[in-house]
């Protein structure tokens, strides 16, 4: 077997070839995928790959194990009990147990009273008596915003793509009524998916709500200039492949001009008309300088800006609008607040009517009205009706020009000549300019504001939203779930419970308005503007704050190994005291899952369904479909009557049969189906993608000829994979023919040309852009009580409490990236990869090397105030070297030290480990080279991974090391 890029979609092949191409026509063409992909085979027929289910026989992290049957396990998690003797006889609690509350109508009730409470419309009291009978359901009846005892199961996932995310989040939400669900989103870029939302958000009621969690990218195809800040696009970042043909034809053809703005010197960077190398963390001086030369030369769009609403921006022939030229509070500390009201300044108008000054005079406006168009003035400094007010764009300039031009590049490290080119050249291409930025403006303790400075405001200035070669929101997917008359609707579900309470990470929660408000600093950090804030799970757990939680299942995902200073979490995941359960599905014993309670064995990608979606550097639609393409090596389980691989599916489906969870099994959905297999679910999303965008849209049946194909594809199958009368009986007759037109090509795409009309892009964010934030400007700091700042602004590093990091007079930042051979975690099983590059290295810049007395290929220890030891203590008298070998070069900034990802395993067969008393010897292979995210910053306050605590991310590039020959 060969793993080759589907021809049919963008991803892997551009232009890609129509989707109703016949199959026996594509199959002659080969799309492009990254080593990576090519390798998967290995990934999937690892010798150290766990099919059967593995119980601990020790203490946690020791290495020993022992196999128990499916069911079995399945019991032992619902109804809990004295499960492990070793730890001396501790009771451990059950599923069964902590499914307390399971009246819908009640979760709702509560909820609504819960939000009373916070809001002192209701006190403690008079819950307490109103909900008298079901208070022993409750967490803690004192504090009623904690929500009922099922938030006190917790899954938490890593990797984890659509249709298995709404599979899962069935069962977690909307069945068992936990509010905790928390993916992995701030380990790979979370302040910009936060940033992204904040950008987004629209007025509602006199909030601003709606904001999706994503972000833009350019449209690569038709771009005259990027600036790719902080993004590796040729070797990872969402680029290759699809990115690298766009870029090298771009190049090629003198269409496209390419500036690099980071420390190191990527292979884009080769092939860039410039290459800043900045100082890590300080991209929004970077960004600050260039905006006030922007604002100095009057090189913005004066009249994209001006448009306040709608009605403007169509009038112009603009997609979007921003609210720079919208009016705001001023305080007395001269901060910005919220945006001006109509009523407050004399006018009409309710919450969501705003105010611009237009020729001198005050005039009242709503953003997404269609008929009264209204256009604004740029900068103002004023009073009105006794209040001061700036506009949104004013209050950027006068942050823009805090200091000279001058200043803000020696702040970034830079020279004013390529500040001023830059900026220069980034103005003079129209629309068809872009600032594209990834990890690397964001994974700072300042990320949030670095991405409102570069993706927010200098995109904004230009007015490139929806643009042909500018910033794109991407295309879009077809409505896999159902709705708007496609066949099925997978969020239908007989008694469907919206859970609540404050959850784990306190994502989206208001500290001040909790019941354990405190003061500043909280005892850990609150994300009202952030969800899914991965480094807050286990440390939070740990502390049991805002309170104990009773069992974390983790899915596809290892935090300790991918998190900065993810060491600092070992200790919580070895206490069973802090986390009484602890549940994985990996497809091997990993730096995470080595502490597992319970490690159920997982589909690999070749086994299982998932549908992949879109991204933002994607304006096409797209619905691309993975599906089981060989049989699992997993032992079968036997749910609800039915054989199936063990994977997660399976332990949620078990789980629910035990429990009765609506939701699941005979009548798992309000229409009566059944939900007793994946194959119940995934099938109907196919259906939904066939019928398309419209009832006019609807796919071609498969011909006799492409029904037989499909057959033949998949006769090496057991029936517990593919049954095809079954899959054919849970879709039905009128939509089986075109769900199998759709498997065959492996999803359903627009063609190449649908993506674009005249200068726009066909799927358009179409609304208002917020160069202005009201509600992060409303918003207080959990840690220091300071109202968070509303425009993209300067931030110094610190800590969670606002405090300088100490480094203990370290000299080298230390950051990582990626090569094109490995990802994060599971390529250190494909020998394919490592036979070409066995290992990682430390690269220093030449003139570091040589002050420090270093030479290509010694090995040094990496030391950090947060790790002096410079060592892994991952387990009972067990440790993991953090020792590496120097490469020099003059291709990264002077004091910047990196190392790839993906190399250094202490577990993942890289360790011995004890199955049924028989030692499984580990691999060295595995453990080459080195992981030095051990010796990264532990945040003082929170003694854990340190955050930005506005955006939610991970930092990885705020830590400063020694280097000591080893």
Request: net charge neutral; hydrophobic share 40%.
């Amino acid at each position: 077997m060969k793993i080759d890029g589907n021809p049919y979609g963008p991803r892997a092949m551009d232009p890609h070839i129509d989707w109703r191409t016949p199959v026996a026509q594509a199959a002659r063409l080969n799309g492009t995928i990254c080593p990576k992909g090519q390798s998967g085979l290995q990934t999937t027929y690892d010798p150290y790959r766990v099919v059967k289910v593995l119980k601990r026989a020790g203490a946690r992290g020791e290495g020993k194990w022992m196999t128990i049957p499916f069911a079995q396990a399945i019991s032992e998690i619902v109804e809990g009990g004295m499960l492990f003797p070793q730890d001396g006889g501790v009771s451990v609690t059950g599923l069964r147990e902590l499914y307390a509350l399971k009246d819908p109508k009640v979760y709702t009730s509560m909820a609504a009273d819960a939000t009373a409470v916070q809001d002192k419309k209701m006190t403690v009291a008079e819950f307490k008596t109103k909900y008298a009978s079901e208070l022993d359901k409750l967490i803690d009846p004192e504090h009623p915003d904690f929500g009922p005892k099922n938030n006190q199961f917790v899954f938490n996932w890593g990797r984890l793509k659509g249709g298995r995310s709404e599979f899962f989040l069935r069962f977690v939400k909307d069945s068992f009524g936990s509010t905790n669900a928390h993916g992995h989103t701030t380990v790979c870029q979370g302040s910009i998916y936060f940033a992204g939302k904040s950008m987004a958000d629209q007025p509602s009621g006199g909030r601003w709500t709606g904001g999706a969690k994503a972000y833009w990218m350019a449209d690569t195809s038709h771009a005259e200039f990027i600036i790719y800040w902080g993004a590796n696009v040729l070797e990872g970042n969402y680029g290759p492949p699809l990115k690298v043909p766009k870029i090298t034809r771009g190049l090629a053809s003198n269409r496209l001009r390419v500036a690099v703005v980071d420390p190191r010197h990527t292979k884009m960077a080769a092939k860039a008309w410039k290459w800043l190398a900045i100082k890590p963390g300080e991209d929004a001086a970077l960004a600050m300088a260039m905006i006030r030369w922007i604002i100095d030369n009057k090189r913005y769009d004066e009249k994209y800006l001006a448009n306040c609403n709608k009605a403007a921006a169509t009038g112009d022939s603009e997609p979007t609008w921003s609210n720079g030229a919208w009016l705001v509070k001023m305080r007395a500390d001269g901060t910005g607040s919220g945006f001006v009201r109509a009523s407050e300044v004399g006018l009409e108008g309710d919450a969501d009517t705003f105010v611009c000054m237009s020729g001198g005079k005050p005039r009242a406006f709503k953003s997404d009205d269609t008929s009264n168009a209204v256009e604004g003035d740029l900068f103002v400094d004023n009073t009105i009706n006794g209040i001061k007010v700036k506009s949104g764009l004013q209050i950027l300039s006068e942050e823009a020009h805090r200091k000279t031009i001058e200043q803000w590049a020696s702040a970034a490290g830079l020279s004013t000549a390529d500040v001023l080119a830059l900026a220069a050249e980034f103005t003079s291409h129209g629309k068809r300019a872009v600032v594209e930025i990834h990890r690397g403006v964001s994974q700072h303790t300042n990320g949030f504001y670095n991405v409102l400075a570069t993706m927010g405001a200098l995109n904004t200035l230009i007015g490139n939203l929806d643009w042909k070669g500018g910033l794109v929101y991407g295309g879009g997917a077809y409505g896999e779930m159902g709705g708007s008359g496609r066949p099925f609707n997978l969020a239908d579900h007989p008694a469907k419970i919206t859970p609540f309470g404050i959850d784990i990470i306190r994502g989206g929660a208001t500290y001040e308005k909790s019941t354990i408000f405190a003061g500043y600093p909280a005892k850990r950090p609150w994300y009202p503007l952030a969800t899914d804030v991965y480094q807050e799970v286990i440390p939070s757990a740990g502390d049991a704050y805002p309170y104990p939680i009773k069992a974390l299942f983790l899915y596809q995902g290892s935090p300790v190994y991918a998190l900065p200073g993810g060491h600092s979490l070992i200790p919580t995941l070895r206490d069973p005291k802090k986390i009484p359960l602890f549940v994985t599905s990996d497809i091997v014993i990993g730096e995470t899952s080595i502490y597992s309670d319970y490690l159920f064995p997982d589909l690999t990608f070749l086994e299982r369904w998932e549908f992949h979606r879109t991204h933002p550097a994607i304006v096409h639609r797209v619905s691309p479909v993975r599906q089981p393409a060989i049989a699992s090596p997993n032992e079968v389980a036997l749910v609800y009557g039915e054989e199936m691989p063990v994977s997660m599916e399976a332990v949620f489906l078990a789980i629910a049969e035990r429990l009765n969870l609506p939701g699941f099994g005979p009548g798992g959905f309000s229409s009566g189906a059944n939900l007793t297999k994946p194959e119940d679910y995934y099938p109907r999303m196919v259906a939904n993608i066939a019928f398309g965008d419209s009832a006019g849209d609807v796919c071609p049946d498969a011909s006799a000829e492409e029904m037989a194909t499909f057959a033949a594809a998949r006769k090496h199958l057991p029936k517990n994979v593919f049954d095809p009368s079954r899959w054919a009986g849970t879709v039905g007759d009128a939509w089986w023919r075109k769900v199998v037109y759709v498997l065959n090509r492996g999803g359903r795409w627009w063609s190449y040309a649908e993506a674009w009309s005249g200068e726009h892009v066909k799927n358009k964010f179409g609304k208002l852009v917020n160069l202005y934030h009201e509600k992060p400007a409303t918003t207080r700091n959990s840690m220091t009580g300071e109202y968070m700042a509303g425009i993209p602004a300067y931030l110094p590093l610190s800590n969670s409490v606002g405090r300088e990091l100490q480094h203990n007079d370290a000299g080298l930042t230390m950051i990582t990236h990626r090569n094109m051979l490995a990802c994060k975690s599971r390529t250190i099983s494909n020998y394919w990869l490592t036979d070409i590059l066995p290992d990682n290295d430390i690269g220093i810049h030449e003139s570091d090397a040589a002050r420090l007395g270093l030479r290509n290929n010694d090995r040094v220890w990496v030391i950090s105030r947060a790790n002096p030891d410079a060592v892994w203590a991952y387990g009972p008298g067990l440790n993991k070297p953090m020792v590496g070998k120097v490469r020099t070069t003059n291709r990264i900034r002077p004091g910047v030290v990196t190392f790839a990802l993906g190399y250094g395993h202490w577990a993942y067969g890289a360790s011995n480990q004890t199955i049924d008393g028989d030692m499984i010897p580990g691999d060295p292979r595995r453990a080459a080279g080195i992981h030095a995210n051990a010796a990264m910053y532990v945040d003082e306050h929170m003694r854990s991974p340190l955050s930005d605590v506005v955006g939610g991310s991970a930092v990885f590039y705020d830590t400063k090391v020694f280097l000591a020959k080893a």
